[in-house]
């Protein structure tokens, strides 16, 4: 999920001044969408679709391209060796859904732990070195900050979580825009899965941005109707002290769940 990295990658002052600038001019989602960095949803509302069923995306070549550069990254942890010998897919043979199973083969067999880890070396490993210092530099954890981040979110996330918003929230007492409403998580929609939400993307998007990058996040899923908050600026709460990790698993949808269980199976330490 922390995929605002790959605009870091090898950044210079100008460019994050254009991206203010852009912010200041228009908080717009259709300014935004000038950057080129969106995929277009294919429902006729032009909005998710209703819970219970799938949105459908037109993903174009920046999509697929992110898709595909993650995925690859990820295979490296969750193919077999029988996989691994096997000849890779093309570059543009990877679509969301691929995306989402090469996640899910990571989450098996390891531990909650372990799979935040896989992540965190994923994310790592596609930053320049030095990118965590040099962000640190550029966003120090202000209200400015927080705010620019979550502007930037609504394009750079998109094609991974699906059309999302600024609003407005209250960190330490101080009301600021640097909260993001996602509408319906395209990811947890296409995978159905409380654990790979939490393990593959709530977990290590806050600690990256967190002690990577020095700037607070807290992302709260509702799991209700597949909504999520994301607040920059605010310090997440130790896991157990977290509503997630309290979370029963999507019996009616997910693959792996185990309706018997109070709380999803993934979310345990082991």
């Known amino acids: 999920m922390v995929l605002l990295s790959i605009p870091y990658s090898s950044p210079s002052f100008n460019n994050y001044t254009t991206f203010y600038h852009l912010q200041r001019q228009s908080q717009s989602q259709s300014r935004y969408a000038k950057i080129g960095i969106r995929c277009g949803i294919a429902e006729p509302s032009g909005e998710p679709a209703p819970l219970g069923q799938k949105t459908k995306y037109n993903d174009g070549f920046f999509e697929k391209a992110f898709m595909t550069l993650f995925a690859r990254k990820m295979e490296n942890f969750g193919a077999s060796k029988k996989e691994s010998d096997q000849k890779k897919k093309g570059f543009f043979d990877y679509d969301y859904d691929s995306f989402v199973d090469v996640s899910r083969k990571v989450m098996q067999g390891r531990s909650r732990l372990q799979q935040q880890q896989v ?152």
């Open 119 to 270: 992540v965190r070396e994923v994310l790592m490993s596609m930053l320049p070195p030095g990118a965590p210092a040099q962000f640190r530099k550029l966003f120090p954890p202000t209200q400015w900050a927080a705010e620019f981040n979550a502007a930037i979110t609504v394009p750079f996330f998109f094609w991974l979580v699906g059309p999302s918003e600024v609003v407005e929230v209250e960190v330490d007492g101080v009301k600021q825009k640097s909260g993001v409403h996602i509408k319906k998580c395209r990811y947890l929609e296409n995978s159905g899965c409380v654990g790979m939400c939490v393990n593959m993307c709530k977990i290590p998007t806050q600690d990256f941005f967190t002690n990577e990058f020095g700037l607070p996040l807290t992302m709260n899923p509702n799991f209700e109707d597949m909504s999520c908050e994301m607040i920059y600026g605010q310090v997440p709460p130790p896991f157990e002290e977290d509503p997630v990790s309290k979370q029963p698993c999507y019996a009616s949808i997910c693959t792996i769940a185990n309706p018997s269980s109070n709380v999803c199976p993934k979310l345990s330490a082991n």
